[in-house]
C-alpha cells in the first residue's frame, strides 16, 4: 500500500501525516530495547547493538512507522523513517524521511515563523502555551486574546526516496517536499520544496544541475524503483550506467522476480503494549 504525502509516494505501510509535535516519551526498558532488535530498527551505523541505555527516556511520534534497516545513530526522537535510510542529524519529530535516503551531520531546521502583518512579531500575538505568558496571565487580569495559526508551527520536513542531504544543511520552517532523488549540498539554506533529482546549494538554495537527462528522470520516477529492497536486483551492479540499471529492474520486473518490499514498521502501538 502506497501514500502520498505533499506529493510524494511513501512505500511504508501505516504511515500518516503530522503536522504538530505531537509525540510520546517513553522510558527504555529491556523490552523497549527488545523491540529494536526485533524489528531491526538501527542505533549504530556500525553496529546492530541497541544505543539507549536503560530507564532513560525516547521521544516517539505518534505517527512513528520506522521500517526495518532504518537507522538512529544520534538522539532520541524517533519518526518516521524508511528501509536503507539513516540520519546523523536530530530531527524535528514531524519529520518523515523515506526509504534509501542518506542525511548528515548538521542538518537543522529554522523555528517557527513570527506573524509579520500583525502589531507586534512577539509571541504573544499567537502563543498560547508559553511559560512566561502564563505566568503574565497568572498575575494580571487580561482580556487580550492571541490567535494561534497553523502558518506559524513549524512545519514538517518530508523528505523522499533516494535523497541525499548533506552536512550543515538548513531547513526552514514552513513546510518543505524534498523530492525523492534529490541532493541537497551542504551548507545550504533550503526555503521551497525541491524538485525531484534536482542538485540544489546555497543560500538560498537553488538548482545547480539534475543528477539525469529529463527522459531519464522520468524513467526513474515511473519505475520507482525503491520499492524494492535491493537484494532483488540480481542482475544489477552497483556501478551500472543509469541506463543500464533502468532496463535491467524492468526486464526484472517483466520477468515476475521482483515483490514489493512491504515489512512490518515499528509503530507508536508496539511500544505501548
Request: zero cysteines; charged letters at 20%; glycine letters at 6%.
Amino acid at each position: 500500500m502506497t501514500v502520498e504525502i505533499n506529493g510524494i509516494t511513501f512505500f511504508q505501510t501505516n504511515l500518516d501525516y503530522q503536522e504538530k509535535h505531537t509525540r510520546k516519551v517513553i522510558q527504555v526498558t529491556p523490552a523497549v530495547r527488545e523491540l529494536f532488535r526485533q524489528h531491526q530498527v538501527l542505533t549504530h551505523l556500525k553496529s546492530g547493538r541497541v544505543r539507549f541505555p536503560l530507564e532513560t527516556t525516547i521521544e516517539v511520534s505518534h505517527n512513528v512507522a520506522i521500517e526495518p534497516f532504518a537507522t538512529f545513530p544520534v538522539g532520541n526522537r524517533l519518526y518516521p523513517m524508511g528501509a536503507f535510510s539513516y540520519s546523523r542529524s536530530e530531527l524535528p519529530i514531524n519529520t518523515i524521511v523515506g526509504r534509501y535516503s542518506s542525511i548528515a551531520t548538521g542538518v537543522s531546521r529554522m523555528g517557527a515563523n513570527h506573524p509579520m502583518d500583525r502589531f507586534s512579531t512577539s509571541i504573544v500575538t499567537y502563543e498560547s502555551d508559553s511559560a512566561a505568558i502564563n505566568a503574565y496571565r497568572n498575575q494580571q487580569t487580561s482580556e487580550f486574546t492571541e490567535i494561534a495559526e497553523s502558518q506559524h508551527l513549524d512545519q514538517p520536513v518530508i523528505i523522499g526516496n533516494d535523497v541525499w542531504i548533506g552536512q550543515d544543511v538548513t531547513f526552514s520552517s514552513g513546510g518543505l517536499a524534498i523530492n525523492d532523488g534529490a541532493v541537497v549540498a551542504a551548507n545550504s539554506v533550503v526555503t521551497k520544496d525541491v524538485p525531484p533529482y534536482a542538485v540544489v546549494a546555497g543560500n538560498p538554495a537553488h538548482i545547480v544541475k539534475y543528477r539525469f537527462d529529463f527522459a531519464t528522470i522520468q524513467q526513474l520516477l515511473a519505475l520507482r524503483w525503491w520499492q524494492y529492497d535491493f537484494g532483488q536486483f540480481s542482475t544489477v551492479r552497483a556501478d551500472d550506467d543509469i541506463g543500464d540499471f533502468i532496463d535491467k529492474v524492468l526486464a526484472l520486473q517483466s520477468a515476475g522476480q521482483l515483490r514489493v518490499f512491504e515489512p512490518t514498521p515499528l509503530t507508536l502501538t508496539d511500544f505501548l503494549r
